[in-house]
């Protein structure tokens, strides 16, 4: 999978008389996973509507492998929305091989696509259950193979564990760190957990209340380690948190 690049300039945005974004600017580098953390309504999740061209910005310029053009960003982003969106009547590994149904691929190479995702990821003994059978952390984990399976280079996930209980979700985080090791890709994570973020991504970006700039940035010192647990309790991990919550805190006002 060739990663991607994303150039985000002097973007501002906004609905009506509400402007949501105001002159942010972020370079998101090839395979590096980034996160946006920020208070709610600040814009997050229309950020990643901007970058995947399902938006077009006011103000600025988006660009994503290069390409400007709505239909350009949009060709190079697989977008993974807030709720998992999985159709009820479909098995769990014809959810996730939409994208390869949509691309003209038959029901039996769909699945020959996304079996050994399936496999790899624990879902094997899943594969022919239906949505309503399955928990909240495996629904969210079809959810993200239908979404690696878009075979776009740039992944855009919001609030993918948001829904979850706290045991769950840090299940799943330590579940998507080796999911990124593994399948690696520029992704952006909007999430409201500054621990999930910090734990995850190679750099985390906090943002302001709206209209949203950036204003403070954290390298965390070991993103996606395999022992979660050890890595959230660690005395550096501690002083980034603090870090994060301060500039969130700062950034609010």
Known sequence: ??????????LGHGFGPLEVIGELGLVVEAGEVVGLVGPSGCGKSTLLELTCGLQEPR????????????????ASCAFMPQRDLLLPWL??????????????????EARAEARPLFERFGLADF?????????GGMRQRVAFLR????????????????ALDAITRAE?????????RTEA?????????????????????????????????????SPRAADRDATVTDAEFATQRERALEALHEGSR
């Not at 999978?1 to 002097?10: N, R, V, Y």
């Not at 103000?59 to 949009?74: D, P, S, T």
């Not at 979404?147 to 948001?162: Q, W």
Request: net charge negative; hydrophobic share 45%.
């Open 147 to 162: 979404t690696l399976l878009a075979g776009k280079p740039v992944l855009l996930l919001d609030e993918p564990f948001a």
């Open 185 to 221: 890709r520029t992704c952006v994570l909007v999430t409201h957990d500054v621990e999930e973020a910090l734990y995850l991504c190679d750099r985390v970006v906090v943002l302001s209340a709206r209209p949203a700039g950036a204003v403070a940035e954290l390298s965390p010192e």
């Open 91 to 108: 098995a769990a590994i014809d959810n996730a091989s939409l994208a390869p149904r949509n691309r003209g691929a038959s029901r039996r």
């Open 127 to 135: 594969a022919a259950a239906r949505p309503n059978e399955l928990s």
């Open 172 to 180: 799943m985080q330590e579940w998507l760190a080796g999911a990124l």
């Open 59 to 74: 103000r600025g310029r988006v660009r994503v492998a290069g390409g400007a053009a709505a239909e350009e960003r949009l």
């Open 1 to 10: 999978m060739t990663s991607a690049t994303i150039e985000i300039s002097d």
